[in-house]
């Protein structure tokens, strides 16, 4: 049988600051805290961004870690925005405000081709599509059905926007850059959703109502993928695509947990530095971005690095 000694060849060291660089498995006492601690290896690690210019919740999103927007949203009730922000990986500028300010809305593509999608105007849902070029806002095609706290993939000339309120909405619709037709509907409707991948290759999870299924489309109908580890987690941050996807926090607690999928079943990786949701996610599974969200000041922004990083956990109970 291993034991410490055995594989690190010495004793539990006793040391008065923690290690720079532990190992995994190694364990020591910390004599001025009084703490005994191990060296354990997690996936993944959240890592604070530059703070956006104005908090706000119920946004929509689009682009990379290190080339995000950020778009619309509640400032402060009964406040809607139509204020842009574009991130480069350490700050935030101004961008072109949308045409239509609004909340709950949802968005996808790219920094410099991105959609804007649904949301509520302030006094009711709206149909309102509007695609960036970096620089400005102008019309796209609405969707069929008016809609919020919807989600989205894709990108701008390739789009996919499903669920929502009222009822919640199952619909889905695919937007080619012009007009949005009918895609096949959800198994289970639900708002306050994430998404993430592509139009024909997209994943929606989990939403409002206790809801801990997934589902998977793939440019026709949905079926069911993986559940959720928790359960009704509402307005989660979502990036990455239907195999390689990241669920992070939500507006139940609120809740810091980060789930990693793999296109069958989700594990646990690394919480969020704050918790809470209604902000926006993007970006991919090993390099997202969670931006904005309802819990105070709401203009945060945190950023993702995938893979197996060693942390400092201090050990508890007997």
Do not use: H
């Not at 919480?271 to 993007?282: D, E």
């Amino acid at each position: 049988m291993a034991t410490y000694y055995g594989t690190y060849g010495q004793k539990v060291q006793y040391l008065a600051s923690d290690p720079a660089s532990p190992q995994s498995g190694q364990v020591w006492f910390n004599s001025t805290s009084n703490l005994l601690k191990v060296g354990v290896t997690q996936q993944g690690a959240w890592a604070t961004g530059g703070n956006l210019s104005t908090g706000r919740q119920y946004v929509g999103g689009a682009g990379t870690q290190t080339a995000g927007l950020l778009f619309g949203g509640l400032v402060s009730t009964p406040a809607v925005s139509a204020l842009t922000e574009e991130y480069d990986g350490t700050s935030w500028t101004a961008g072109g405000n949308l045409g239509t300010a609004r909340w709950q809305l949802t968005g996808c593509g790219i920094q410099t081709t991105a959609l804007a999608v649904g949301g509520n105007n302030g006094t009711v849902q709206v149909a309102v599509t509007e695609e960036y070029n970096g620089t400005s806002w102008t019309a796209g095609g609405s969707l069929a059905t008016a809609r919020a706290t919807l989600a989205a993939a894709g990108t701008q000339t390739t789009a996919l926007a499903f669920g929502g309120t009222v009822a919640p909405k199952a619909q889905t619709e695919e937007y080619d850059g012009t007009s949005w037709t009918a895609g096949g509907n959800m198994g289970t409707g639900r708002q306050e959703l994430a998404g993430a991948g592509t139009q024909t290759s997209a994943l929606a999870f989990p939403g409002e109502s206790q809801l801990t299924s997934v589902e998977e489309y793939d440019g026709t109908s949905w079926t069911t993928g993986g559940t959720y580890p928790p359960a009704g987690q509402r307005g989660v941050y979502g990036a990455g695509s239907q195999t390689a996807a990241l669920g992070a926090g939500g507006n139940e607690s609120p809740n810091t947990a980060t789930f990693l999928y793999d296109g069958t079943s989700w594990a646990t990786a690394a919480s969020l530095l704050i918790g809470g949701g209604y902000g926006a996610g993007t970006g991919t599974q090993t390099s997202a971005l969670a931006m904005a969200g309802a819990t105070a000041p709401g203009n945060q922004t945190q950023e993702f690095t995938g893979g197996p990083v060693i942390v400092t956990k201090t050990v508890t109970g007997t």
